[in-house]
């Protein structure tokens, strides 16, 4: 449903159009989520805002409590080479005050 994008008009989608998921494994209460090699190529904002929403909406699920995410069967790396691993929602910051 998440790739699907949203069915209210004027919302954008969380995860890009061309960005596909290759698969969503499930082990215990964690799940990785496999995206096509299209997820490498999203600029910054836009992978912060995929990550992000994919990481909230799916541990809004009672039964996940983190997600990793995988380009290609290979884990998400940080600018400094170390690997992002699973994310929880305190892993995710999200500013519900924006200034005008």
Request: net charge negative; hydrophobic share 35%.
């Amino acid at each position: 449903e998440l790739a699907g994008g949203p069915k209210t008009e004027g919302l954008s989608r969380a995860i890009p159009e061309n960005v596909k998921i290759n698969s969503a494994k499930i082990n215990g209460t964690a799940v990785t989520v496999d995206f096509s090699e299209e997820y490498s190529g999203l600029k910054a904002g836009e992978e912060l805002l995929c990550r992000g929403s994919i990481v909230w909406t799916l541990t809004e699920l009672d039964f996940i409590d983190s997600v990793a995410i995988t380009v290609k069967g290979e884990p998400l790396i940080k600018s400094t080479g170390e690997e992002i691993g699973s994310m929880s929602r305190d892993d995710v910051v999200l500013d519900k005050e924006i200034s005008p």
